[in-house]
């Protein structure tokens, strides 16, 4: 059973840089049958993908984050990370990262999630 | 807005059946799935490529489509059932969407 665990600091300061870890076990993030995601949520509103990454190291971000966004993958420590820069409070949300099965290039869907981690954004 | 629009909130008595809609131009030649957010927990999958589900997700869930249009059905729903519900599914450009949320109410 694999599981997805996020970690990070649960506080940042306006216009600074967000570096969350997802950590899995269970099984290796080396494979092709997956995409690794990340997700968020903002209190008391909806799921917003923010973008997935490919064992390859290959991406796909969500295109309303402007760039703001960045996932990086090490296979080496069964780990994948986001990093959001420019953060300001309206980034506050919990952060989810997921598994993804991949159905076609680019697609899929969420299998597995972390149990996320809050992150507030205030100086 | 949101591109996979969903009822807000969907209230009825346990034992009916709940039937929850998503729709959209994403939808239009590409697999749905649904997940279930109690309060205070992660998102959970109970259906997949429209109308698969999961092992260990109990057979009164149920996915269907008809055009542009899925559809989420909960036969016989139960107070454990209560929760946000949120489909997803990938546009014509790639990017991973979710619907709105339907909050489920078991009164």
């Known amino acids: 059973q694999v599981q997805l665990q996020e970690s990070g600091p649960g506080l940042v300061k306006p216009s600074e840089t967000l570096s969350l870890t997802c950590s899995v076990s269970?099984?290796?993030?080396?494979?092709?049958?997956?995409?690794w995601s990340w997700i968020r949520q903002t209190p008391g509103k909806g799921l917003q993908w923010l973008g997935n990454?490919?064992?390859?190291?290959?991406?796909n971000y969500n295109p309303s984050l402007a760039g703001q966004v960045r996932i990086l993958i090490d296979t080496s420590k069964n780990q994948f990370s986001l990093r959001m820069t420019s953060m300001t409070a309206a980034d506050t949300a919990v952060y989810h990262c997921?598994?993804?099965?991949?159905?076609?290039?680019?697609?899929?869907?969420?299998?597995?999630w972390g149990q996320g981690t809050l992150v507030s954004v205030s100086s | 807005s949101y591109e996979l629009p969903q009822p807000p909130s969907v209230s009825l008595s346990p034992g009916q059946t709940a039937r929850i809609t998503c729709s959209g131009d994403?939808?239009?030649?590409?697999?749905a799935s649904w997940y279930q957010q109690r309060p205070g927990q992660a998102p959970l999958l109970v259906i997949y490529?429209?109308?698969e589900r999961p092992s260990g997700i109990p057979e009164r869930f149920s996915g269907s489509r008809s055009g542009t249009t899925v559809t989420l059905t909960i036969s016989g729903v139960l107070a454990e059932d209560e929760g946000d519900y949120y489909c997803?599914?990938?546009?014509?450009?790639?990017?991973?969407?979710f619907g709105g949320g339907t909050k489920l109410t078991v009164l």
């Open positions: 997921a598994r993804a099965v991949r159905i076609a290039t680019k697609r899929g869907y969420f299998q597995d």
């Open positions: 269970g099984d290796s993030i080396n494979t092709d049958q997956y995409y």
């Open positions: 990454i490919y064992n390859s190291g290959s991406t």
């Open positions: 994403a939808l239009s030649n590409q697999a």
């Open positions: 490529k429209d109308t």
């Open positions: 997803q599914s990938t546009d014509s450009l790639y990017n991973w969407v």
